[in-house]
């Protein structure tokens, strides 16, 4: 079965500071690995994902992830935080039905 | 890039009443729509997915008499709330897929209804 684990509810991390949301998944074949990000009442935005080649994956807004296949992870990062990237983060797991598995979310608060 | 759009973005009504909400594709054709909800500051969960033309899956625990569900056409699914209750106030949020034959191989998420039942 796939999964994926998002283990902090909360990050806050002081604007300016890079920032990292942490994602370990379990899946059966290849990862089909997602972030999405959600502001309030409003539905989920893609960030980026990685389905295959470099480790390294760049996305949306200055945000990245690498994928490490040993540690089973698929951290979101980001260099330097803004206040405006305070939201609701998640990794989801696609399966070869293209269902998605959603982690339980990230809430991110950006301190100014 | 591909939309996917939610009617209405947000709703209320009396209990036992019905809501209806759309979720269309508007630049692709959708093979495949998922059904998601999302209560307060939690994650999502798939309720069922639902290909044009045939009867939706739905997930264990999701009574399908209640949510009911149809693909009509490949850009128009909807999610019927059928005799609503305050314990059904949530987020509801689909999302489409335009299968391997779509130039994006892809699943875009539409904006949410919030459907508040009083």
């Known amino acids: 079965a796939q999964s994926v684990a998002q283990p902090e509810d909360q990050v806050n991390v002081a604007e300016g500071n890079p920032l990292t949301v942490k994602c370990t998944y379990s899946?059966?074949?290849?990862?089909?690995l997602f972030w999405y990000v959600q502001y309030p009442n409003r539905g989920l935005q893609f960030l980026l994902k990685?389905?295959?080649?470099?480790?390294l994956v760049k996305g949306s807004y200055g945000f990245e992830a690498e994928f490490n296949k040993s540690q089973t992870s698929f951290h979101l990062k980001k260099p330097s935080a803004l206040v405006s990237d305070s939201a609701l983060y998640f990794c989801a797991v696609r399966d070869v039905g293209n269902q998605f598995y959603f982690g339980t979310g990230t809430s991110l608060t950006v301190i100014p | 890039g591909a939309v996917v759009s939610q009617h209405p973005s947000w709703v209320i009504c009396k209990s036992g009443t019905s809501v209806k909400i759309e979720c269309r594709s508007l630049?692709?054709?959708?093979?495949?729509m998922f059904w998601y909800r999302q209560f307060p500051k939690q994650s999502l969960m798939l309720m069922a997915t639902?290909?044009?033309?045939?009867?939706?899956?739905?997930e264990q625990g999701v009574e399908k008499d209640k949510f009911l569900i149809n693909h009509a056409s490949l850009t128009l699914s909807t999610l019927t709330v059928t005799s609503a209750h305050p314990e059904d106030s949530s987020f509801y949020i689909c999302s489409a897929h335009g299968g391997r034959a779509a130039p994006i191989n892809e699943q875009f998420f539409g904006p949410g209804t919030r459907l508040t039942v009083l």
């Open positions: 990685y389905i295959t080649g470099d480790n």
């Open positions: 899946v059966s074949g290849n990862p089909y």
């Open positions: 639902s290909n044009e033309g045939s009867k939706a899956t739905y």
């Open positions: 630049d692709f054709q959708a093979t495949t």
